[in-house]
């Protein structure tokens, strides 16, 4: 996954989003963190892994794909709003849990310490866990990176149409 490819492209789409909106000045860390967690909820709605009460299938992979790749946006858009975009991250092995409720409880643990710290090594423990959460739902770097192309571009095309 060419990490240096996508914060480029996030950072033309933050861009061009606080210029349309008269942003340019404002801080989003908040807005952004609490987009993640959204973003996050509405991955885990779509796996369906907590639902213990019920036997509708998770929707089919290519939704939570498109939903994960979402919650990239906004991680590296916050990694950029930090001047993190720059930067060299290396995983050297992604711990996978074995189990998706706990994978999503511990992303969201990792959101919260970037909150309360939002250094580079906490934004790095996020990127990374957010990371070992795509391999828990069986994602590999280069859809990832496919899908995540793919949803930049729509979310370009509604920015023009007046999202």
Not at 39 to 44: N, Q
Not at 84 to 89: N, P, R
Request: proline fraction near 2%.
């Amino acid at each position: 996954m060419d990490l240096k490819a996508m914060f480029s492209m996030q950072k033309e789409l933050d861009s061009f989003i606080k210029k349309e909106h008269g942003l340019e000045k404002e801080d989003l860390i908040s807005q952004k963190v609490l987009a993640l967690l959204v973003e996050i909820g509405e991955l885990a709605n779509e796996t369906r892994c907590f639902k213990f009460w019920s036997l509708k299938p998770s929707a089919p992979r290519e939704r939570i794909l498109e939903e994960f790749v979402d919650g990239v946006h906004f991680i590296l858009s916050l990694g950029i709003e930090l001047g993190y975009d720059q930067e060299e991250f290396i995983f050297e092995e992604i711990k996978v849990e074995t189990d998706n409720v706990q994978a999503f409880i511990n992303i969201y643990g990792q959101v919260n310490s970037f909150w309360n710290d939002p250094s580079i090594l906490h934004f790095h423990k996020l990127l990374e866990g957010y990371l070992g959460l795509a391999q828990n739902l069986g994602f590999h770097p280069e859809e990832i990176e496919q899908a995540y192309r793919a949803k930049n571009d729509v979310n370009f095309q509604r920015q023009h149409e007046g999202y």
